[in-house]
């Protein structure tokens, strides 16, 4: 009959030594997991539109049919704020579609009930000159907003066209690499509602002028080169 080990001759290192490896193995994962997702929750679409403009830079650009544009701008906002969406219909729409005749797509009145929301967003994109965000705080967090400016990139990589606009309701972003990149590559493509009724009339006649005029002619001469095949 064969000998049994005894349990006196057990090597109780080794097993202390697996014990570490796995607990070492396993610490390693659970923390370059949480790395991970925390930083894909608050660097997701910094990270992506560098991304996008670094490989449009190492690829190059190709000029796609697209067809005449039906809106001068989409407006992408929080459509359930009601503070947003009162200050889009009352004071935007007013000053730009029935004083200064510049259609907008707006989601609560020219989107196609029953169509999926990627369809209504890609198609209001597509078919608008410019597509002017109108960021909050909360606004800027949610997945839509990371759509809609994912395909207004799209257009950027497809059609070499600029479509940007960003208005900004609140301070948000201040401390996104976005937005400062945003604001050196096309800094008047980023505004900012004023506080004060004395300059809000110069507000509007600036959005105006910066809607019907195409972004890169807007673009800084220093960084111009950088980012266009012209």
Same mark, same amino acid.
């Given at each position: 009959m064969p000998e049994q080990p005894l349990l006196i001759n057990f090597d109780i290192q080794q097993c202390g030594n697996e014990a &570490? +490896? %796995? %607990?070492?193995? +396993?610490s390693s994962f659970i923390f370059v997991f949480m790395f991970v997702t925390m930083a894909a929750h608050l660097f997701y679409?910094?990270? &992506? %539109?560098?991304f996008y403009l670094l490989k449009a830079k190492l690829k190059g650009y190709s000029s796609l049919h697209s067809p005449q544009s039906v809106y001068d701008a989409f407006v992408a906002y929080d459509a359930t704020d009601p503070y947003v969406s009162e200050w889009v219909m009352e004071k935007l729409v007013v000053k730009l579609e029935e004083e200064g005749e510049n259609p907008l797509c707006l989601e609560e009145r020219d989107w196609f009930p029953g169509t999926p929301l990627l369809d209504n967003l890609s198609h209001s994109i597509r078919n608008?000159?410019? +597509? !002017? &965000?109108v960021l909050t705080a909360d606004y800027v967090k949610t997945g839509m907003f990371k *759509?809609? *400016?994912? !395909?207004?990139h799209q257009r950027l990589l497809d059609e070499n066209i600029d479509v940007i606009l960003v208005l900004m309701l609140e301070p948000v972003l201040q401390h996104s690499p976005f937005l400062r990149l945003r604001k050196r590559l096309c800094d008047k493509s980023v505004m900012v509602w004023p506080k004060t009724t004395a300059a809000q009339s110069w507000f509007w006649q600036n959005l105006k002028n910066i809607i019907n005029v195409d972004n890169e002619f807007l673009y800084n001469k220093t960084y111009i080169h950088y980012f266009t095949s012209r």
């Open positions: &570490f +490896t %796995y %607990y070492i193995i +396993t679409w910094d990270a &992506f %539109y560098i608008s000159r410019k +597509t !002017l &965000f *759509m809609a *400016m994912y !395909l207004a």
